[in-house]
């Protein structure tokens, strides 16, 4: 496809306060209108909708230029498991199959964010062919641009294996948890909406795309941050989660 066509710019990775980020929506929000170029991002923190909400509430008083995706990275039992265009939160902790299938139902797809990594909890080579056996139009993308390390030790293997055996439309995303990430690599599409990327994706009609050689300073007291949040604050909240969910089936 000729790059005059891929008018539109997505970072549809991004991790806020809600969950493992330190970046607070408002801050995110302000951040890609006055830092990048972006047309569409999606907010999706692990196993939680709220922030996503929050920022499309936001964007939707008239103050931003760009569209905003409601999502979230879902842990599935098989890896992690983007899932956007949602209205409703997707129950964590079930088979990879099962999740597509839910958000489907609800007129959402799914990304595969930094496949086949072995640096972070990741969908392998054979749950995804498991999954795309069963031709689920929900699962339309795959994340083949990631500049965390996570995302970069599978790089190329994904590029390739996409382009022989899986199909799916090539997506790019920060992973971002701080602000001087947004935007680091991003999904390039016809058109600016959020309308118009969904339509991308499921005519595979996108590319993913990382700015090589960029690398966003972080300071130490921000990774010492993410990492508490990442390491102990997100496990607890995940557990209180499940105990809510449990009580309410029993």
Same mark, same amino acid.
């Given at each position: 496809?000729?790059?005059?066509?891929?008018?539109?710019?997505?970072?549809?990775?991004?991790?806020?306060?809600?969950?493992?980020?330190?970046?607070?929506?408002?801050?995110?929000?302000?951040?890609?209108?006055?830092?990048?170029?972006?047309?569409?991002?999606?907010?999706?923190?692990?196993?939680?909708?709220?922030?996503?909400?929050?920022?499309?509430?936001?964007?939707?008083?008239?103050?931003?230029?760009?569209?905003?995706?409601?999502?979230?990275?879902?842990? *599935?039992?098989? #890896?992690?498991?983007?899932?956007?265009?949602?209205? =409703?939160?997707? +129950?964590?902790?079930?088979? !990879?199959? %099962? &999740?597509?299938?839910?958000?489907?139902?609800?007129?959402?797809?799914?990304?595969?964010?930094?496949?086949?990594?072995?640096?972070?909890?990741?969908?392998?080579?054979?749950?995804?062919?498991?999954?795309?056996?069963?031709?689920?139009?929900?699962?339309?993308?795959?994340?083949?641009?990631?500049? *965390?390390?996570? #995302?970069?030790?599978?790089?190329?293997?994904?590029? =390739?294996?996409? +382009?022989?055996?899986?199909? !799916?439309? %090539? &997506?790019?995303?920060?992973?971002?948890?701080?602000?001087q990430s947004?935007g680091t690599?991003f999904t390039?599409?016809?058109?600016?909406?959020?309308?118009?990327?969904?339509?991308?994706?499921?005519?595979?009609?996108?590319?993913?795309?990382?700015?090589?050689?960029?690398?966003?300073?972080?300071?130490?007291?921000?990774?010492?941050?993410?990492?508490?949040?990442?390491?102990?604050?997100?496990?607890?909240?995940?557990?209180?989660?499940?105990?809510?969910?449990?009580?309410?089936?029993?």
């Open positions: 496809m000729s790059a005059s066509v891929l008018t539109g710019k997505a970072d549809i990775h991004l991790h806020s306060s809600y969950s493992d980020g330190v970046m607070t929506i408002p801050e995110l929000l302000d951040w890609v209108e006055e830092k990048t170029d972006l047309d569409v991002i999606a907010i999706t923190d692990h196993d939680e909708l709220a922030g996503a909400l929050e920022a499309r509430e936001r964007v939707a008083r008239g103050r931003y230029r760009f569209d905003v995706i409601v999502g979230m990275e879902v842990s *599935t039992r098989e #890896g992690h498991l983007l899932a956007l265009f949602l209205e =409703r939160p997707i +129950r964590a902790a079930r088979p !990879l199959v %099962e &999740t597509i299938a839910d958000v489907q139902a609800q007129g959402g797809i799914c990304v595969v964010p930094h496949p086949l990594s072995w640096l972070t909890t990741s969908v392998g080579a054979r749950a995804l062919k498991r999954a795309l056996a069963q031709q689920l139009s929900g699962l339309v993308g795959i994340e083949v641009a990631n500049p *965390t390390l996570a #995302g970069q030790v599978t790089r190329r293997k994904v590029a =390739r294996l996409n +382009r022989l055996q899986y199909g !799916l439309a %090539e &997506t790019g995303g920060s992973d971002a948890h701080f602000l947004v690599a390039r599409f016809p058109g600016r909406t959020a309308a118009d990327l969904r339509q991308a994706l499921l005519e595979r009609a996108t590319v993913g795309v990382q700015q090589e050689g960029k690398r966003a300073p972080v300071t130490v007291r921000d990774l010492l941050r993410q990492q508490s949040r990442s390491l102990i604050w997100l496990p607890a909240k995940r557990m209180r989660q499940r105990v809510r969910e449990r009580r309410a089936l029993a």
